[in-house]
């Protein structure tokens, strides 16, 4: 799997490099700012871009609007935004441009290798990934369109957002398979959404559970 790394700091894209070359993955380029990254999307051809939020010049969104731009170029090109920020606007745009293939880490609440290779494995083949705080932060002053949901369906929505599947949502609330079953059911029925694949109705309602 190759992976083009977006980290200006070259103590972590250095870590990340080696961390991804020993568990089976290939850096085909590291790149410390937008430029370099366009650049790189262009020239390789990958499975999954890690991006920093955070780059040289103005240090404030540069990587976000980076990542929009490589997936206007390389429509559904998978990207991981790994940092210590929320930028909620640009986070908004890119989840908003299809939230397959996306997730958003925050540097300093991943605590385990083993989870930080799932994420990125799990991006990679079109899945989502969301830190709950991201999805908090992402919520804060919207209008919610989910009034109809119960506090269980809004719980069950919720962890969908964070990329759980059925199994692992029924882990976390400790019920069985069938209620989840029956409560993203709910979801998909109360939020009105077209009658398609559960994926890709999935993607929809992860989307209005954050007002995309």
């Known amino acids: 799997m190759r992976v083009i790394i977006l980290e200006d700091n070259p103590i972590l894209a250095e870590g990340l490099g080696l961390l991804l070359d020993n568990n089976g993955f290939e850096v085909a380029a590291v790149a410390t700012d937008a430029d370099e990254f366009a650049k790189a999307i262009d020239q ?11 780059l040289p ?11 929009i731009e490589a997936r206007r170029v390389r429509p559904g090109l998978p990207v991981l935004v790994f940092s210590q920020y929320v930028e ?19 540097k300093d ?4 290798v ?12 079109g899945g989502t990934v969301l830190d709950p705080e991201v999805v908090s932060q992402l919520m804060v002053k919207r209008s919610s369109p989910l009034d109809r949901l119960t506090p269980r369906e809004r719980e069950v929505l919720a962890l969908m957002a964070e990329g759980l599947g059925n ?14 079953h029956k409560h993203v059911g ?19 309602a992860v989307l209005a559970y954050l007002g995309l």
């Open 44 to 54: 390789h051809q990958v499975d999954i871009a890690i991006v920093d939020v955070r």
């Open 88 to 106: 909620e606007v640009y986070a908004a745009e890119l989840l908003a441009a299809g939230s397959e293939g996306v997730g958003y880490l925050l």
């Open 167 to 180: 199994t692992a949502i029924g882990a976390k609330l400790v019920v069985s398979d069938g209620a989840v």
């Open 114 to 125: 083993d989870e930080f290779l799932e994420a990125v494995r799990r991006v990679a083949a």
């Open 186 to 204: 709910n979801v998909f029925l109360k939020l009105d959404l077209p009658q398609t694949d559960s994926g890709h109705r999935r993607v929809l």
């Open 57 to 67: 010049p103005t240090f404030t969104d540069e990587g976000l609007r980076a990542a």
């Open 109 to 112: 609440r991943v605590s385990r």
